[in-house]
């Protein structure tokens, strides 16, 4: 089955960090740019960061070094670090995947594969 499932989220207070994971299957993740969006409550979804198959990274404005993205061809499996959280960061955080192989995603349309999402709640 093809599909990618997100794990990870909860509940934290500002300036603590979250290890997001997005494990794929049923395809072949050495061939894809993944990203990781995000879309807090009564806003759009928005881009958060990619990941190349060779490992270039590429981040929104907002990240301002608080996050990485990597992945590990070998567990099928891109992450997102996320540290000094915010309360603005609150959002269900959703993994996908680029709408061909090798191309890089950085809006929903770019994106043909998406998993549930995982919650990311900051609160004090």
């Known amino acids: 089955q093809v599909q990618l499932v997100e794990s990870g989220g909860g509940l934290v207070q500002p300036g603590d960090s979250l290890s997001l994971s997005c494990t794929a299957s049923?395809?072949?993740?050495?061939?894809?740019?993944m990203g990781w969006f995000r879309q807090a409550p009564g806003k759009e979804r928005e881009f958060v960061a990619r990941?190349?198959?060779?490992?270039?990274?590429y981040y929104s404005n907002f990240v301002q070094g608080r996050f990485t993205i990597s992945r590990d061809k070998a567990k099928n499996t891109v992450y997102l670090q996320l540290n000094s959280l915010k309360l603005g960061d609150t959002a269900v955080y959703f993994c996908?995947?680029?709408?061909?192989?090798?191309?890089?995603?950085?809006?929903?349309?770019?994106?043909?594969?998406w998993g549930q999402g995982t919650n990311v709640t900051v609160s004090s």
């Open positions: 996908a995947r680029g709408r061909k192989p090798d191309y890089a995603p950085v809006r929903d349309t770019d994106c043909d594969l």
């Open positions: 049923g395809f072949d993740f050495s061939l894809y740019d």
């Open positions: 990941v190349s198959i060779s490992t270039r990274t």
